[in-house]
Each structure stands twice: as structure tokens, then as C-alpha cells.
């Protein structure tokens, strides 16, 4: 008893490869695939139950991505976002430049060789920078990428956990 169900975006065919973080204020902040317009889209909720308030950002509309998407609260209180480029076939992340991710945003291709970035799963390591576990489905690998700052955007290092037979689906970090 007591739940609280809310409709957040009804705009065509929304709302797959969710992921969700609590803010800095206690309030969730999810983000997903937007399927009608391929794109990478973002709720800062307003509430505690997002019924009110509510902020909606594309992040990334640049051909089909957004899918497998997760997010993490960075060490500045804004969301970091990784997930899959369809169209280029790569791993991607977005670090927001504010909690809502409405303006300020970093996005960084990480990984492009092959068809990478499949079932992302972030986490911010103890240096505060992302670490980000993903399926490459060209080698059937469980891959990983240790950010060398907190927008991904110099100094990474990429990894491969696992190359024997077909591993990695379905990453978990």
C-alpha cells in the first residue's frame, strides 16, 4: 500500500533500457530509450514520487542511440550516463554539466572497435571516476573501460575481462 504510480514521458514509445539514480536532493533521476525517436532521454524528477516538477532532456539524438543505458551520480552531484551508439555501433557516456542534465553536457565516444558498448553498467571507481563493465559483440568479450577522469574524456583504459566463448551479456557492475 501507499505506491505511487507516474506516468513520466507518453510521447510515442518511451521509457525502455531504464536505469535510475537517486539525486543529490533524494529525487530520482532516470534515464532511457526513447524508441520513437531513437534518442538517449533523461527525468530529474521534481518529487520524491515524480509527480510533480519533473524536468525532460534529450541527451543524445544523433542517429539511433540510447539503448542499454546506466547511470551513476558523479562525485559533483551530476548524473553520468553510459550506453550504446546504434548507428556507429560504439559505447558511448555522457557526463551532465547540472543535476537535470539540461545544459553543460560532456558525451564521449569510448569504445568504436567493432560493435562495443552492449549492456553498459556503470559505477564511480574509489577515485571517483566511472568504470564501465559492456558486452563487444564483434568478439562475444566481457569488456571493461576505467575512465581516466570524471567525464571519460581523457585518459581511459580498456580492458577484456573474459574472451572465452561468448561472455559478457548482460554486464553487471
Do not use: E, M, R, W
Amino acid at each position: 500500500s501507499g505506491n505511487t504510480i507516474t506516468t513520466l514521458d507518453s510521447t510515442g514509445f518511451v521509457g525502455q533500457h531504464t536505469s535510475i539514480v537517486l539525486g543529490n536532493d533524494n529525487f530520482p533521476v532516470i534515464s532511457y530509450y526513447d524508441l520513437t525517436n531513437s534518442n538517449l532521454k533523461v527525468v530529474k524528477c521534481g518529487d520524491a514520487s515524480c509527480s510533480s516538477g519533473n524536468t525532460i532532456t534529450t541527451l543524445d539524438s544523433t542517429g539511433t542511440v540510447g539503448q542499454y543505458t546506466s547511470i551513476v551520480l558523479g562525485s559533483d552531484t551530476f548524473p553520468v550516463i553510459s550506453y550504446y551508439d546504434g548507428t556507429n555501433t560504439n559505447l558511448k557516456v555522457i557526463k551532465c554539466g547540472n543535476t537535470s542534465c539540461s545544459s553543460g553536457n560532456t558525451i564521449t565516444t569510448l569504445d568504436s572497435t567493432g560493435t562495443v558498448g552492449l549492456y553498459t553498467s556503470i559505477v564511480l571507481g574509489s577515485d571517483n571516476f566511472p568504470v564501465i563493465s559492456y558486452y563487444d559483440g564483434t568478439n562475444t568479450n566481457l569488456k571493461v573501460v576505467k575512465c581516466g577522469d570524471t567525464s571519460c574524456s581523457s585518459g581511459g583504459s580498456i580492458g577484456i575481462l573474459d574472451s572465452t566463448g561468448t561472455v559478457g551479456l548482460y554486464t553487471s557492475i
